[in-house]
């Protein structure tokens, strides 16, 4: 679509380049005044008091809020009720806020905070999941009976009676660490009392309208009465749901309270402190090969680390139970997924969503299971992968979209040469310091909600009288381009030049409830709903203008810039005759096509208003809980990554030399941001294969900085090509699928087989830290 | 006069109390040059880098004091009066090297201060050279991409 490759379209590249994009903390309003969060050094208290007293007498400071001054809920959720935007009697991790206080500056608000006395009785804490689950463990969540917040389960076929018939029986353990989103811009918020009553919410988070929802709950008022505006984002990744909405919603308490505009911006440390993690997971895989390197059947046990709130940890569960055992067809599956609670640090959502954790181990297993069996990994994915109207192992038939599984995996194998690499792999054995590998993994991910919830958004087209155009989605921009996408998808819909369409100011005033921008599906469902939107507006103007055009509404086309009648869009229009200064407005004669302007012209002038609304649904899916079994998700996209790699024998060193990266990501509308996700995905997992560990002690992160929490550089990076292919999907509207968290959620176990194929040494917990002792 | 600082290629006279400020706070908050980020305050990420008389600095990590007399540039300062960009700039919407954008004026800048040393540079020298921003979006390869193209544009227009 981008008609001139390579360069990239984005409605907000100049802004960012030149530093006019105006993000959260940027902003400033008359009389604004500062807040700054209270932690506590407990992890597990009750009993909690805070005295207020002191700070309340420090210089500018105009109050300090606390629970006892919310007006409506002071637990909120988007599964449960549970996560305090403030402390009200108990403390259950070091991220804990128990008071704001609020100044006319940020320094003297962060001068008062030594002065808020924070006193409780502390409680025993529980910090491994394994341990929160025996019999007299401290119980986190005081109104439970245990520490089990979350059980996901599939039962299909008759896993544990066929398991001890196999030829081969795999057992294996994984590990997989905290993740920090590590987005550049720490969250923020400027909440703005407006003279009719409204609260203007600006804010650094992805979830416009599940931030309304938190700042309604605190504040006890309806939706309507909160605006939430999308200043430019500095990433997210997942990570700007839960807190950087509860972040916006104690700003609007401040505001409403003190009826001033209150900015709340966080500093790296409270951002570490406070936002929730991706999951760490414990997997336990028993895995059952026929003599054919047939899967059999596989049991499956994990247990992941909620904290002590419930977050979005179910619908995380849930994508690591509907895909557990990765893009392959088995007969007999038994899963149990548990979430379990303790006094760690909340983890809730991130790019990938549960699914990175699972294929660390699956695509391990495969390789594991293709050298047991005695075949090729690539030969032992051929044999059991998900195939054209084959079923998942939630017993859905893939038979609704181009399934691409293998020709992806050909593509990326062949693009590194995968089978020669891997013969002259060192496996250990090697003349220099240098030991040399090749290692690749696949998946496929269902795109969007799927079963986990309702999946709908809106798009308005208005189109202008002069000509230009205004859209506006229910999609956030995350800074992954999704505006310039709608863009892009409405250009090419209504046949005209990109230089007419603006997006228009998001607002959650303005267009009905979009969703999250979350699970690959911005793209697939924001697409749906301009192409609704389009078509609804294509009609509108074909009926309209067919008398003038002397055709049937059916026949009208929306080509070049014009909407033309039968057979006349590759005729040359006349400019001289057809300019825009030559009003159509009266006339009947027959005309073959029309400027976008004189149809604008010619609709305004019969009073028709040029403006569509749009909204796609996505198609039905289903699950039964019992069983793990269902349609899960609508399409899935299908990738491969496959990497070359060196480890140093004397240090451990591992360094990447080269990464391929293939997609079947249905197409791609605007491509230098599909190879921008791809790479940045590919970083991300990285990091988390690699370099990404976070020192907690009970409870308590050693260092939330990002000096310690390494995340990768461009030196940690190899050169990586991305491979993008096109399965155009019939279910979406646009036959584009999605590419955001496809990317990061595989490139951990094609590394860890990688360091296997160097070394002859597996590593089945992240982040990879190669002992060179293990080498000798 | 030494109790002032050039930046953009203004000169700013420095009172008591912007004096005592982080560089970066005083380019934010005193003269409203918001294209200065903020994204870590401990020197790792680079977000709120500034040239400081040609040399790429983290404004995080220096004082207000210790820039007097010296001549600042942030990327407020890289455009040209008539609104077009600086080619270093332009190659980074080109390459699509901009993603959420939080990273890129920081970027930008250590490219420029990189490419005046080195007009000619590989990939390797690119990577060696931008090695001390952060980025979370890109994975870094458009942003070598960017650089290397910005080489290639500003060799073309020297001659």
Request: negative net charge.
């Amino acid at each position: 679509m981008n008609k001139t490759p390579p360069y990239a379209f984005r409605n907000d590249g100049y802004a960012k380049v030149t530093g006019r994009a105006h993000y959260t903390d940027d902003l400033k309003f008359h009389g604004m005044v500062h807040a700054v969060p209270v932690y506590t050094e407990y992890v597990h208290a009750e009993n909690l008091h805070v005295d207020t007293g002191s700070a309340l007498q420090s210089p500018g400071v105009l109050r300090v809020i606390t629970a006892e001054d919310v007006p409506g809920k002071v637990c909120y959720g988007q599964i449960a009720e549970d996560y305090p935007m403030f402390s009200a009697g108990r403390i259950r991790c070091s991220g804990d806020v128990a008071a704001l206080i609020v100044a006319e500056t940020r320094r003297e608000a962060l001068d008062a905070v030594p002065l808020v006395r924070v006193t409780a009785d502390p409680l025993p804490g529980v910090f491994d999941p394994e341990e929160a689950l025996k019999p007299g463990s401290p119980i986190v969540r005081e109104s439970a009976d245990s520490n089990l917040m979350n059980h996901h389960r599939m039962r299909r076929g008759e896993a544990e009676e066929v398991l001890p018939s196999c030829r081969y029986i795999l057992d294996e353990k994984f590990s997989t660490q905290y993740i920090e989103h590590a987005y550049m811009e720490p969250e923020a918020a400027v909440c703005v009392p407006r003279q009719d009553g409204v609260i203007e919410v600006y804010g650094s988070m992805q979830h416009p309208f599940s931030t309304r929802r938190f700042v309604a709950a605190l504040l006890g008022e309806p939706l309507s009465n909160i605006e939430v505006y999308q200043p430019p984002m500095g990433g997210g990744f997942g990570g700007k749901d839960d807190t950087a909405a509860i972040v916006c919603a104690r700003a609007a308490l401040a505001a409403r309270l003190l009826n001033r505009p209150v900015k709340l911006t966080y500093t790296r440390e409270w951002s570490m402190r406070e936002s929730y993690k991706r999951h760490p997971y414990r997997m336990h895989y028993r895995v059952g090969l026929g003599e054919d390197g047939r899967v059999r059947a596989v049991s499956a046990a994990m247990l992941s680390d909620g904290g002590p709130y419930l977050s979005v940890s179910p619908w995380v569960n849930w994508r690591s139970t509907a895909q557990c055992f990765g893009p392959y067809s088995v007969d007999h599956v038994h899963a149990d997924v548990y979430c379990i609670a303790t006094n760690n640090p909340v983890t809730g959502a991130m790019r990938g969503f549960g699914a990175p954790q699972v294929n660390f181990a699956v695509e391990q297993i495969a390789d594991i299971a293709a050298e047991k069996v005695g075949i090729s990994p690539l030969e032992f994915r051929r044999r059991n992968m998900v195939r054209q109207d084959g079923e998942t192992v939630t017993g859905q038939v893939l038979n609704t979209h181009t399934v691409s599984m293998e020709e992806v995996m050909d593509a990326a194998a062949h693009e590194i040469g995968y089978e020669e690499k891997l013969a002259r792999s060192s496996r250990g054995l090697s003349d220099t310091d240098e030991l040399y590998g090749v290692g690749l993994a696949i998946s496929y991910r269902g795109a969007s909600l799927g079963a986990e919830g309702m999946d709908f958004c809106s798009a308005v087209v208005n189109c202008q009288f002069d000509g230009s155009i205004l859209l506006e989605t229910g999609i956030h921009e995350n800074g992954q381009g999704s505006e310039s996408v709608m863009m892009l998808f409405l250009a090419e819909e209504l046949g005209v030049d990109l230089s007419r369409i603006r997006y228009k100011r998001p607002s959650t005033s303005n267009v009905p409830d979009g969703g999250t921008t979350v699970a690959t599906r911005g793209t697939i469902m924001g697409g749906g709903a301009v192409k609704a939107a389009a078509d609804r507006l294509k009609q509108l103007i074909a009926e309209s203008l067919s008398e003038v055009l002397n055709c049937k509404p059916e026949e009208v086309e929306f080509a070049g810039d014009r909407v033309c009648g039968p057979g006349s869009k590759e005729e040359a229009p006349d400019p001289a005759g057809e300019g825009p200064e030559r009003s159509v407005a009266g006339s009947r004669a027959n005309r073959t096509s029309l400027s976008w302007e004189e149809t604008m012209e010619y609709l305004y002038s019969r009073r028709i208003y040029p403006y569509a609304f749009g909204s796609f649904q996505a198609p039905d899916v289903s699950w039964d809980d019992e069983t793990g079994q269902g349609d899960a998700y609508f399409t899935y996209v299908y990738s491969c990554q496959a990497v070359e790699l060196t480890v140093n024998r004397i240090s451990g060193a591992v360094k990447l030399h080269r990464i391929v990266a293939a997609h079947d990501i249905g197409r791609a509308i605007n491509q230098a941001m599909v190879f921008g996700q791809m790479y940045g995905g590919v970083a991300q997992g990285i990091g988390m294969t690699l370099t990404e560990k976070l020192d907690i002690e009970a409870g308590k992160i050693i260092h939330p900085d990002l000096n310690h929490y390494r995340i990768p550089r461009v030196k940690d990076m190899p050169e990586i090509k991305g491979i993008i292919i096109e399965n155009p999907d019939p279910q979406s509207p646009t036959g584009a699928k999605g590419i955001g968290e496809p990317a990061l959620e595989l490139i951990a176990p094609a590394i860890a087989n990688a360091v296997y194929n160097a070394t002859g040494v597996r590593y089945r917990d992240l982040p990879i830290q190669v002992n060179p002792e293990d080498l000798a | 006069m030494k109790t002032a600082v050039t930046v953009n290629g203004t000169l700013h006279e420095l009172n008591e109390y912007q004096l005592g400020l982080k560089l970066i706070d005083y380019l934010r908050e005193e003269l409203g040059l918001t294209g200065v980020k903020n994204g870590c305050g401990t020197g790792a990420c680079g977000a709120c880098t500034v040239l400081v008389d040609g040399v790429p600095r983290r404004s995080c990590m220096i004082g207000t004091r210790s820039a007097q007399g010296k001549e600042i540039i942030t990327i407020e300062g890289l455009e040209n009066s008539d609104g077009s960009l600086h080619p270093v700039q332009q190659a980074f919407l080109d390459a699509g090297a901009v993603q959420c954008g939080f990273c890129t004026p920081g970027m930008v800048l250590t490219a420029l201060a990189f490419l005046r040393k080195n007009s000619d540079p590989s990939r390797e020298q690119i990577r060696q050279a931008m090695n001390t921003n952060l980025c979370r979006c890109t994975g870094y390869q458009q942003i070598v991409d960017a650089v290397e193209l910005a080489a290639s544009r500003l060799r073309t227009i020297q001659e």
